[in-house]
């Protein structure tokens, strides 16, 4: 086995609170956030009580545009086209609010995008008189190309926003985003890239997407803690845009509306430095890389020994791969719930299982505290629950 720097070594899991006695395949859906930048979250918590007033009047508005200033930075953006959000859901759901919409425009999106991205789509579309078109991504996918021709064929003239998933929640496929982005352009569509997953697992420079809107997750692959996501727009569509919660900074517009939601803790934010930090000191740019090629491995493991095989081309995984479960029999996603329960009880194995198209699918995730023996336990978890 290729071991990556950090896998070898088990004292690499002692920088997260993570439970030694746990595998923990599932870093995809909410992160985990090391000690060291908890740390620093509570030392911001600290230094809000101590003089609330000061904190919040005096010292606040320039803590947080520092704060998105290294972020900004980070991302290769212009820390003025940038704001904190609480996550890519309330970025989402600000974007869809704010947008000048007019009754009988059409929003598209994938028929894979996050359930709560589509339920956000609906809920706009029925109040100000939109439809919704859900593009169909084939799965096993040949090429990727296969995702650009379905999406080209689902536009319409009707078609105003396009939400591009940066990378799948359920496939974990990594969408080819630069080809669509370019036919957003072509069409004169709006694009809202979702890019819940990408800070910290894929190399990411703002400035070089050409994208409307960028959403991401800082609290998932960038260490940063729960509460941390930002979304990015660009000046030609920023105007308007306002937080979910209309507050007292309304008139500044954006970005500087959305650090001001009401009174709220935004530790998480103003902990960004210390993720950012942690994330370089354990590897920075070689991280998405190590990641990669790791999960590559424990994926090519597991298919091995379910005698299956991976549904895409490996490259269009990062961090996280979504493979068949040698189960024969349709399912639903209730019953693939039970079986992340059943795993998780008999076994303290943390991994998702999704029905995609009736069958069962498991989506790995691969991160640095993780060992090949994590992976072993679920391949044979898999098989022992099939003979039963
Ligand atoms: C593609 C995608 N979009 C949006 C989200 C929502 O993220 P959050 O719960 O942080 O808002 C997720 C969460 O996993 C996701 O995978």
Known sequence: MMHNKFNADAEIRKHWLLREDIHFLNHGSFGATPRAVLEVQQAWQQRMEMQ??????RDLPELIRDAVAKLADFLGANAEHLAFVENATSAINAILRAYPWQAGDEILLSEHAYPAVKNAAYFVAKQFKLSVKEYAVPFPLQ????????????????????????????????????????LCRQHRIHSLV??????????????????????????????APKGCAFLWASPAVSENLQPLVVSLRMDEGFPRCFDWTGTRDVSAWL???AAIDFYQQMGGQDIPQQLHHFAIEMATMLTD?????????????????????PWAKTITQIEANDWRDRLWKSEQIEVPFLAINERLWVRISAQL????????????????????
């Open 194 to 223: 979702d890019g819940a997953h990408v800070p910290g697992m894929l190399p990411l420079q703002l400035l070089d997407i050409d994208a409307d809107y960028y959403v991401g997750n800082c609290h998932k692959w960038l260490f």
């Open 369 to 388: 505290y993780n060992t090949k023996h994590d992976y072993e336990r679920l391949a044979e978890a898999v098989l022992k629950v099939i003979d039963q």
């Open 271 to 273: 902990t960004i430095s």
């Open 52 to 57: 609330p007033v000061s904190f919040f009047v």
């Open 143 to 182: 090429n990727p190309v296969e995702i650009t021709a379905s999406f080209e064929r689902a536009i319409a003239t009707k078609t105003k926003l396009a939400i591009i998933d940066h990378i799948s929640s359920p496939l974990a496929i990594i969408y080819p985003l630069d080809d669509m982005l370019q």
């Open 305 to 325: 020994a379910w005698n299956v095989e991976i549904p895409a081309g490996v490259e269009q995984f990062g961090a996280m791969f979504t493979l068949p479960v």
